[in-house]
């Protein structure tokens, strides 16, 4: 994912899809023409990377020249009108063929045409890299086209969003969903994980998903996915990731307009993590960081004998137990660890201190991110 301007563009096209497209441009062009040594036109500034790369595909002789799209104030000031500009060289006879880097409405292509219309051309031909049929208003001919394109907006390889993006030898296409920050909250038992938790989410507006929270509310509202999960818990077994996806998945489109989402208890496993990132990439965004809160074991222990002494939870009583909660904690989590580590999104915090320092330490990561 790139981020120009105000915006975030995610991979669409490679460079080999584009070097591909415009081989296939170059040899179909030059059958086409036969003996003629055509003139290239490229309409600047966004065809000059598809007009370099053409070329240079193109097997025999040829000549290249460019007109550039320019605004200018129309009659009435309000209204821009964009006219082509730079046409110097005297076409009569000749094979002209245009170079676009992209057709979309077709107004540029009109503009084309109204400055030809009085050049003894012997023939206009129209190529462009890219084509958004859904876009197209005009009725003018295409005769070569690269790649046909969803009507989003795309920015790389020539062309720009306000100004940025002409150099990316790629192209990427707009995210609808603008930029969301999804955190995987990690911490041993007694880290603090929810009240901070409960901090971020009203900080950052985000919605805080706790997987064992969406098991009991689907399981109590007898949604079939919930019903599905108790078949599985009733006999004992695991309920399978993709069960336990759905609901995420439910849950995420429930909040679709969520600035983001904290992930409680999930994923524990590799597996997990890998469909968690799946999941997010089909919502055309991503998990951004695993916080961990990091607390040293005694300190842990000393929390929870403190709290087992008010919640009266039996596992919160006996320090071996909650010894051993920890322990198991450390063996699951390590390769989730690993996991986002090499994504370079794992971060540790220290877990010690009053609850606004760490909050405090938490906010710092996230306001970078
Ligand atoms: P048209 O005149 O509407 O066909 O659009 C052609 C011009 O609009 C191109 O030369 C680009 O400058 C710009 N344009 C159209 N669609 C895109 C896009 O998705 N990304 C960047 N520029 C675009
Ligand atoms: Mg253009």
Redesign the pocket.
């Known amino acids: 994912m790139i981020k120009l301007h105000d915006k975030y563009f995610k991979p669409f096209i490679s460079a080999q899809q584009i070097d591909q497209a415009l081989g296939q441009m170059a040899s179909e062009i030059a059958r086409d023409v036969g003996d003629e040594i055509p003139v290239f036109v490229g309409?600047l500034?966004?065809?000059f990377m598809v007009v370099s790369d053409f070329v240079k595909k193109y097997p025999k002789q040829c000549e290249v020249t460019f007109i550039k799209?320019a605004s200018y104030e129309g009659v009435k000031s309000t209204e821009d009108i964009?006219r082509l500009i730079g046409l110097t060289q005297d076409l009569t006879g000749r094979t002209v063929i245009i170079l676009?880097?992209?057709?979309?409405?077709?107004?540029?292509?009109?503009?084309v045409h109204r400055i030809f219309k009085n050049e003894k051309v012997k023939t206009l031909k129209i190529a462009t890299l890219?084509y958004?049929p859904e876009?197209?208003?005009?009725d003018f001919k295409l005769h070569y086209i690269g790649i046909e394109?969803p009507n989003?907006?795309?920015?790389g390889f020539g062309?720009?969003?306000d100004g940025l993006?002409r150099h990316l030898p790629e192209v990427y296409?707009?995210k609808e969903t603008q930029h969301m920050t999804n955190l995987v909250l990690f911490g041993p038992p007694g880290a603090g994980k929810g009240t901070q938790a409960e901090f971020l989410k009203e900080k950052y507006n985000l919605v805080h998903i706790s997987t064992g929270d969406v098991f009991r509310y689907n399981i109590k509202n007898e949604t079939a996915l919930g019903m599905l999960a108790k078949s599985y818990m009733d006999k004992g077994a695991l309920v399978p990731d993709q069960v336990t996806i759905d609901m995420l998945n439910a849950e995420v489109e429930k909040n679709a307009d969520a600035n983001g989402f904290i992930f409680d208890g999930f994923p524990r496993t590799n597996a997990q993590a890998k469909a968690l990132d799946e999941l997010m990439d089909s919502k055309d965004s991503q998990i951004n960081a695993m916080i961990a809160l990091e607390v040293d074991d005694e300190i842990l222990v000393e929390r929870l004998l403190k709290r087992g002494k008010t919640s009266g939870r039996p596992d919160d009583a006996d320090a071996s137990i909650i010894r051993n909660r920890i322990t198991e904690y450390y063996n699951k989590t390590a390769i989730l660890k690993d996991y986002y580590t090499a994504q370079d999104k794992y971060y540790g915090v220290d877990g010690v201190g009053s609850i606004k320092d760490i909050t405090g330490r938490l906010s710092a990561i996230i306001d970078a991110l």
């Open positions: 309409i500034n966004g065809s799209l964009e676009e880097d992209i057709i979309d409405s077709g107004n540029t292509l009109a503009e890219f958004k876009a197209y208003k005009k394109i989003k907006f795309i920015v062309l720009d969003y993006g296409q707009i």
